[in-house]
C-alpha cells in the first residue's frame, strides 16, 4: 500500500525473510537495482521447521500462559514482540496459507508456486537462487564480495527457537 520502504529501511542496506519477501515484487518496483536472494531447501525440512516454530510459537501450556501475561504486562517491547508474531502469523499463516498449513499437501503447493513465481518473477541477473549448504562462494559471487574466512555462520535453527524468542522480548537480539 502505502509503506514509505526509504523510511522503514533508513540504517539498513537489505531486508531478509519475513517482512521483506512476500513484497519482493514492491521492492523490486522501489529499488530496480537491488538482487532477489531465494534461498530453497528440502520442503519437508521447512516444514518440519515451520511448524515446530513459528506456527507454534507462544505459551503452550497454563504455567506458560500465567508467565507470558505477566511479561506482557510489565514489558512493552514483548508486547511488540507478540503482535509482530501474530501480525506473521495473520499474513503468512491466514492470509497466504488461507488457513490451511496443516494441510501438507496444500503447503508443499504453496511452496512450490512461491519458488515457481520468484523465478518467474525476477531478472535472472538479479536472482540467485541460494542453497546455503553451498557456502560462501555463490553468495558472494552473486553480491560482488569478497568471501570472508569464517564459515557461513547457521543460527536461526529450529533447534534454537525457544532459546531465541526470550532474548528477543528482553531486547537482547535485533
Known amino acids: 500500500g502505502d509503506t514509505d520502504w526509504d523510511a522503514l529501511y533508513k540504517g539498513y542496506d537489505g531486508t531478509v525473510d519475513f517482512p521483506g519477501y512476500p513484497w519482493y515484487k514492491e521492492h523490486m518496483k522501489k529499488y530496480p537495482e537491488a538482487k532477489v536472494i531465494l534461498t530453497v531447501r528440502d520442503f519437508?525440512?521447512?516444514?518440519k521447521s515451520v511448524d515446530s516454530t513459528v506456527f507454534r510459537a507462544g505459551p503452550q501450556t497454563p504455567a506458560e500462559k500465567?508467565?507470558?501475561?505477566?511479561?506482557?504486562?510489565?514489558?512493552?517491547?514483548?508486547?511488540?514482540?507478540?503482535?509482530c508474531i501474530k501480525w506473521f502469523k495473520k499474513v503468512f499463516f491466514a492470509e497466504r496459507l488461507q488457513g490451511?498449513?496443516?494441510?501438507?499437501?496444500?503447503?508443499?503447493?504453496?511452496?512450490?508456486?512461491?519458488?515457481?513465481?520468484?523465478?518467474?518473477?525476477?531478472?535472472?541477473?538479479?536472482?540467485l537462487v541460494y542453497d546455503v549448504r553451498?557456502?560462501?562462494?555463490?553468495?558472494?559471487?552473486?553480491?560482488?564480495?569478497?568471501?570472508?574466512?569464517?564459515p557461513l555462520p547457521h543460527l536461526n535453527k529450529k533447534e534454537n527457537f525457544k532459546a531465541m524468542l526470550p532474548k528477543l522480548m528482553k531486547g537482547e537480539m535485533v
Open 100 to 127: 490451511n498449513f496443516e494441510d501438507k499437501a496444500f503447503a508443499k503447493k504453496f511452496w512450490e508456486d512461491h519458488i515457481a513465481e520468484v523465478k518467474a518473477s525476477v531478472p535472472e541477473d538479479k536472482l
Open 66 to 83: 500465567i508467565k507470558m501475561i505477566g511479561k506482557l504486562l510489565s514489558s512493552a517491547r514483548a508486547r511488540n514482540v507478540v503482535k
Open 134 to 150: 553451498d557456502g560462501w562462494t555463490p553468495l558472494c559471487k552473486f553480491l560482488g564480495l569478497e568471501e570472508p574466512a569464517e
Open 44 to 47: 519437508d525440512a521447512w516444514y
